[in-house]
């Protein structure tokens, strides 16, 4: 691997005193051992700074960011290409990180699961990126990167102009972070309605893309229960579908939770719907908030080898008469996916935007839009698993 370039870095890790950065500066750092990429670590505390670098192989570059600080923003953005960063909650801690990498025409790459971040930076810092060439895509971790490339996958086995329903099915097991186990709760304490759900069809040069509404159901192909997530991958997939014309003339997509029992959906649906009522007032709200673990914890090597996801891509193409052409089912498997799968997929993400093998695109876009094939790539030489299990007519 080579990479050029007039800056004086090409990836710095920001955010790598965390617990998933700590993951994510060491998968960076068996990556590029015996290549030139030059990279580096940023933080705001140097003395934990210099010991996370003493336990990598090779010598990353030290580098003292203030994340509150818009100076210190802009002189790390103006001294590498790419900034990939886990200084979270990105809402509260992000935004300045993004707009200084936008003006300064750094290409930038983050792991938030937030969609009221993006969707700010898709209003605010979106046009700043264009003006100066950089490239930001968000939420380069579980969330979202195997929904967003194995529909991108399942949708390219399908004629470009049908009309496209597309379904993803998650099952995931692994144990959440201090900071993540944060976010979710913020999200389940909002009483308004998620976006991406509430968010009606768009037209886009001629082409429609919407939501499925399809709420709790039995999945054919699968057996057990489809339960709707109220996270931020279908409002990623439904960005690429609204950017990419090959996704079809109308796409539609959903995305659930895949249980195979009704015990555990019902369950489940007990126990999150106290968790939500709790988290709505409070001191139900400080309750939740003892029981995570701290930001910056996470679990241990043991745990996270025990970690897994499968996502499942099922989709049926139409003709303009509405009759079925086409069925495809895609598949993406990987390991844990909170941290394991996590820290590689932000450190493939940084290595590609650092290298010439992205596509040409500007501007905050998804990892299918920003990324595309070679992030897929690259993502399989890593040990992630992407295959099309079924193509049929």
């Known amino acids: 691997m080579t990479i050029g370039g007039e800056r004086e870095l090409d990836v710095l890790l920001l955010g790598a005193t965390g617990f998933t950065g700590g993951l994510v500066a060491h998968e960076l750092a068996q990556r590029v051992e015996g290549t030139t990429v030059r990279w580096g670590i940023a933080g705001r505390d140097v003395t934990t700074l210099e010991r996370v670098r003493d336990e990598l192989p090779g010598s990353p570059e030290v580098v003292r960011v203030d994340v509150t600080d818009p100076a210190s923003l802009a002189a790390m953005a103006a001294r590498t290409r790419v900034v990939a960063t886990t200084v979270g909650p990105y809402a509260r801690l992000g935004v300045d990180v993004a707009r200084a990498c936008a003006e300064h025409g750094t290409h930038y790459a983050d792991i938030t699961g937030e969609e009221a971040f993006v969707r700010t930076l898709e209003r605010d810092i979106d046009p700043l990126a264009r003006a100066s060439g950089a490239t930001l895509v968000v939420c380069c971790g579980f969330d979202s990167v195997p929904h967003d490339l194995v529909v991108q996958l399942a949708v390219a086995q399908l004629p470009d102009d049908a009309e496209v329903e597309m379904r993803g099915y998650v099952r995931a097991h692994g144990r959440m972070s201090g900071g993540t186990a944060r976010t979710a709760l913020d999200a389940v304490s909002d009483a308004t309605p998620m976006p991406s759900r509430a968010r009606p069809a768009e037209e886009t040069q001629g082409r429609t893309v919407q939501p499925l509404d399809v709420g709790v159901h039995r999945p054919a192909r699968l057996g057990g229960w489809a339960v709707p997530m109220p996270t931020v991958d279908p409002a990623i997939v439904l960005r690429s579908a609204r950017t990419l014309p090959e996704y079809g003339r109308r796409f ?103 290298s010439g093998e992205r596509p040409d695109v500007t501007g905050v876009v998804t990892p299918a839009v920003g990324l595309g094939l070679p992030y897929r790539r690259r993502l399989e030489d890593a040990g992630i698993r992407f295959e099309v299990v079924e193509v049929g007519s």
């Open 252 to 354: 539609t997509y959903g995305h659930y939770a895949h249980v195979r029992r009704t015990s555990t959906l019902v369950a489940g649906g007990v126990v999150l719907g106290g968790a939500m009522l709790a988290a709505r007032t409070g001191p139900g709200h400080a309750a939740l908030e003892r029981l995570l673990p701290s930001p910056g914890e996470g679990p241990d090597a043991a745990t996270r080898a025990e970690g897994r996801f499968t996502v499942l891509a099922v989709g049926t193409a139409r003709d303009g008469a509405g009759r079925r052409t086409a069925d495809v089912v895609a598949r993406v498997r990987g390991g844990d996916p909170g941290y394991g799968e996590t820290s590689r997929m932000l450190a493939e993400a940084a290595l590609t935007l650092a």
